[in-house]
Structures are given as C-alpha cells and as structure tokens.
C-alpha cells in the first residue's frame, strides 16, 4: 500500500490544469458563460454545449476530459445524455458531474446510478466547483497512469519471462525451457498413449568455421542455421539450442518415419542455404539424430540419448546424413 500511494503522489505531481478540455452543458447560457469564466481562472480548457443532443456531438468531437452536465434540460435531460455516454467504451470513462437545483435533490440517486461520479448544487460556490472538478480530473488521471504503469509492468515482466527462456544468440528456445517443455510432451504421451520424436542435429565441421572466420561469423552461421531449421517445422514443434552447435527438436505426434523425413527436409534445407560473409558464400552441413518415444520410456533423458546415439552414428558414417535410432 505504501508502494501504491508514492506511485500515486508521483503521478499527481505530474497533473496539470492547462492540459485537460472540460465540456460545460447547460441550457442557460448565462450559466455556461459564468462556469466558463470560474474554469478559466484554474487555466482549465473549456467547450460547451445547450443541450443534450448538442453535448453528445461536441463529446464525439472534442473528447473531453471531464463534463459538468445540467441535470435538467429540454429535449434531452442530463441523465439521458449520461446513459448514452456511459453505454459507450469510448467515453464511459469521461467523469460526469452533475449540475442540479436544489429541488432536483430526488434525482440525484438516478444520476449515480447512471454512472455520475459527483453533483454540485445551484447555485453554487466557484471554490466548491473547482475543488471537486480538480478531485476527478485527479482521481482519472491517476486511473489512466496506473492502468498504464500496470501495463508497462505486465509487458516487462512478459520480456523478463522470454529472456529466461530463450537462447540470447539464436532466439530459440535455451535449453533448460527446451526440457521443461519435453517433459510436459512426455507427461501428455504417458497420459494419452500418444507419440512424438526427437531431432538432435549438430553442425558439421563447426570448429573449422569458426577457426577459419572467426566466432563472430561463427555466431552468423548458428543463427542462420537455426532460422532454417525453425521454417522447416510446424508450429507445435519446439525447437532449441541443445549447447555450442547442437539444438534439439521435438515433433508432437510424429512417429519415426515421419520424423526422418522432417529431418531430411531439415538437412536439404541446411545444405542449399548460403550464408554470405565478406563477400563469401559459406555452406555448412549438419548431422541429424532421430528418434521416438515408447511405452518403455520414462524420462526425457532416455529417448535423448537414443536420438544422440544416432547421431554419433549419423557422424560416424560421413556427417551431412540422417540417422534414426532403430536403424543400427
């Protein structure tokens, strides 16, 4: 609370008069004509209006921060126009304030249950106005900067939540938010009986690229590399950066075969992309272990080292290929 209250007093610090248009409806003009002047004494900006219809087009039109509305109009009385303004999300937030005689007094219930947010009585005393016209313009500038601090906070808070799981180099999933979402991809084919699959895929040869060019062309060639590989699955796959050049895939739903011919796909991709640095064309390769969930498995980590066992494999065959798990 005593947090809420300094960020308050801040906000009200920052409350100016001058910047805040207030829309004055009466049907007297002599009574618009005295308002105006007492606003005007506080710098307040001020529009008017002599009647309800009149009212609702200048709102439309000026968008005012606050209305001191005649309780009795006309045509169109003043709780008429505030059900009017208050059933529409654009201008239900405008704070309205009565202005009603002192015989008026049986209406002023109907006006806060229209949603009137105060009422001042005829006659009335300019200090008496001008306080209760700064309390609400106050109180809604206060809403309007805390919804606004509260969605800062909420956006910063989203940001400070994909930073924890994204890789900072490659913009992939790190590889602690990777196996948390593997683990719940297991949970769910325990559950249902369902299946999935696992890509390890790992750069050919990537020591020599960043021994030739440097680690910051080696840095280019793992983001272009995972770029590729992330337009090459669906959606409802996840992909991450499994540490140095090997990521990780995992395919919802897919079986073995299936699986093989994404990574394939993947590693003809991969083949045919150039990555151009200084005014040269690097190709790289990269060999790809497959394999999939069964009944037997009971953690994540088991059907990963089946998928990295065929990729030792895929390597030790001539790298640049395809290996899955059952198939040595």
Not at 110 to 116: C, I, N, R, S, V
Not at 172 to 194: I, P
Not at 258 to 272: D, F, M, S
Not at 290 to 295: F, K, R, T
Request: glycine share 4%; aromatic share 8%.
């Amino acid at each position: 609370m005593a947090l809420l209250r300094s960020a308050i007093a801040s906000i009200m610090t920052l409350f100016h008069p001058e910047d805040c248009l207030i829309l004055v409806v009466d049907d007297v003009s002599k009574n618009l004509q005295v308002i105006v002047e007492i606003l005007q004494t506080k710098d307040y900006e001020a529009t008017v209006a002599s009647s309800g219809q009149q009212a609702l087009e200048r709102v439309k039109a000026a968008k005012p921060d606050l209305i001191l509305l005649d309780l009795m109009m006309p045509e169109m009385n003043g709780l008429e126009v505030c059900e009017k303004l208050k059933a529409d999300p654009e201008f239900a937030e405008i704070p309205i304030i009565f202005l009603t005689a002192s015989t008026e007094q049986e209406h002023i219930l109907q006006a806060f249950e229209k949603g009137a947010v105060d009422y001042v009585t005829k006659p009335f005393h300019a200090p008496e106005l001008l306080a209760r016209v700064r309390t609400h313009l106050e109180l809604k500038y206060a809403r309007e900067q805390l919804k606004k601090l509260l969605h800062e906070q909420k956006e910063f808070i989203q940001e400070l939540e994909r930073l924890a799981t994204i890789d900072p180099l490659t913009q992939v999933f790190n590889r602690r938010h990777l196996f948390a979402l593997a683990e719940q991809e297991l949970n769910r084919s325990q559950r249902y009986s369902s299946i999935f699959s696992v890509l390890i895929l790992d750069i050919d040869h990537f020591k020599q690229i960043n021994d030739i060019y440097g680690h910051a062309v080696g840095d280019r060639v793992l983001t272009s590399m995972a770029q590729t590989v992330l337009n090459c699955l669906r959606t409802v796959d996840f992909f991450g950066r499994f540490g140095g050049e090997e990521f990780v895939a995992f395919l919802p739903e897919r079986d073995i075969d299936v699986a093989i011919t994404v990574a394939e796909r993947i590693r003809e991709n991969l083949e045919k992309t150039a990555i151009l640095v200084q005014e040269q064309q690097i190709f790289i390769t990269v060999s790809i272990g497959v394999a999939s969930y069964n009944l037997a498995d009971e953690t994540v980590d088991v059907i990963i080292q089946r998928a990295d066992k065929a990729l030792y494999h895929a390597k030790n065959q001539g790298r640049n290929r395809v290996v899955a798990a059952p198939n040595f």
